[in-house]
């Protein structure tokens, strides 16, 4: 009872910040990003605390893509194995993203540095116009990753 009354108490605080800057709506935002994990935080700060749940995500996302485009000894052995059938249009759009969202994560680092809520209000703002793209790219992208893997699968080898 009381996490949903955390989670009641959060969707008021962001429904007054909401309407203050006309954001996207929590649902939206808690589909997409999971920011109802935010329930258990106290902060001043709310805004602030939403946009780095967007990020955690994106973050997420790019250390994987980061595995793709530049792969070391490090890296988990199935890399290797799936780079080997990555057709040239799907190495392309990886990097594409890629960049997408280095871009992103490098303005949220700057947030981190400076806080200004109306900056953090256009970060959120721009993510939840660009995320439905981004997140048609990276459906194409896992997709052609997996016919990768199955490919790579059903030739009996995984290394080498």
């Given at each position: 009872m009381?996490?949903?009354?955390?989670?009641?108490?959060?969707?008021?605080?962001?429904?007054?910040?909401?309407?203050?800057?006309?954001?996207?709506?929590?649902?939206?935002?808690?589909v997409?990003?999971?920011?109802?994990?935010?329930?258990?935080?106290?902060?001043?700060?709310?805004?602030?605390?939403?946009?780095?749940?967007?990020?955690?995500?994106?973050?997420?996302i790019?250390?994987?893509?980061?595995?793709?485009?530049?792969?070391?000894?490090?890296?988990?052995v199935?890399?290797?194995?799936?780079?080997?059938?990555?057709?040239?249009?799907?190495?392309?759009?990886?990097?594409?993203?890629?960049?997408?969202?280095?871009?992103?994560?490098?303005?949220?680092?700057?947030?981190?540095?400076?806080?200004?809520?109306?900056?953090?209000?256009?970060f959120?703002?721009?993510?939840?116009?660009?995320?439905?793209?981004i997140?048609?790219?990276?459906?194409?992208?896992?997709?052609?990753?997996?016919?990768?893997?199955?490919?790579?699968?059903?030739?009996?080898?995984?290394?080498?």
């Amino acid at each position: 009872m009381v996490l949903m009354e955390e989670l009641e108490r959060l969707k008021k605080e962001y429904e007054i910040i909401r309407k203050k800057y006309k954001l996207p709506s929590f649902s939206e935002l808690n589909v997409e990003f999971e920011i109802e994990k935010l329930q258990d935080r106290e902060t001043e700060f709310l805004i602030r605390q939403v946009r780095r749940t967007m990020i955690e995500k994106i973050a997420l996302i790019l250390r994987f893509f980061e595995l793709i485009v530049n792969p070391n000894e490090a890296s988990p052995v199935y890399i290797f194995s799936l780079m080997k059938n990555i057709q040239a249009d799907t190495k392309k759009l990886i990097e594409k993203i890629y960049r997408e969202l280095v871009t992103v994560e490098i303005s949220s680092l700057n947030l981190d540095v400076s806080y200004d809520e109306k900056t953090e209000v256009k970060f959120i703002k721009e993510i939840s116009d660009k995320w439905p793209l981004i997140k048609k790219d990276l459906s194409e992208i896992t997709k052609k990753l997996y016919v990768s893997w199955s490919h790579e699968k059903s030739h009996g080898s995984y290394l080498g």
